[in-house]
């Protein structure tokens, strides 16, 4: 479509509004790229920040723990604490990055289908909360 549009322009097909059409695409592209990467690059470095420092906690903990307190745990549950719990960490922490963003896509998701299907979209909405709810009780 950027193309055609361009080429309507004149008898060589460049026209001022096509070439600037085209760089403000090439500039959004860039722009996108470049800021994808630096989200990630970031994520990833404050994910393993956070992931280290419970890390720290759950082993600083159980290195403070003396004789008369390690009476209180059964046998084997501290070294499950320092493999599975420490684990489980690292993966909720992968979680919640999908987690941050679920929210904003919802909204974008259902400003964009009501703009296609209109108020006919609603009834869909409507059914779908009626449906989350009966599975909700059922599943108590």
């Not at 509004?17 to 996108?32: H, I, R």
């Not at 630096?38 to 470095?45: L, N, Q, R, V």
């Not at 919802?106 to 709810?133: D, E, Q, R």
Request: glycine share 10%; hydrophobic share 45%.
């Amino acid at each position: 479509m950027l193309i055609d549009y361009i080429k309507e322009g004149t008898s060589d097909g460049m026209t001022l509004q096509g070439v600037f059409l085209v760089f403000l695409y090439c500039t959004n592209e860039l722009l996108e790229r470049f800021g994808n990467s630096h989200k990630d690059i970031a994520k990833h470095i404050y994910g393993v920040k956070a992931k280290n420092l419970i890390r720290a906690l759950i082993f600083e903990k159980c290195t403070s723990i003396s004789h008369s307190t390690n009476k209180n745990f059964e046998e084997g549950q501290i070294l499950d604490l320092l493999t599975n719990d420490s684990g489980k960490a690292d993966h909720m922490f992968h979680m919640v990055a999908g987690l941050c963003h679920l929210p904003l896509n919802m909204i974008g998701t259902l400003i964009v289908l009501f703009y296609y299907f209109g108020w006919g979209f609603l009834s869909a909405v409507a059914f779908a909360v009626i449906a989350f709810k009966i599975n909700g009780v059922l599943g108590k």
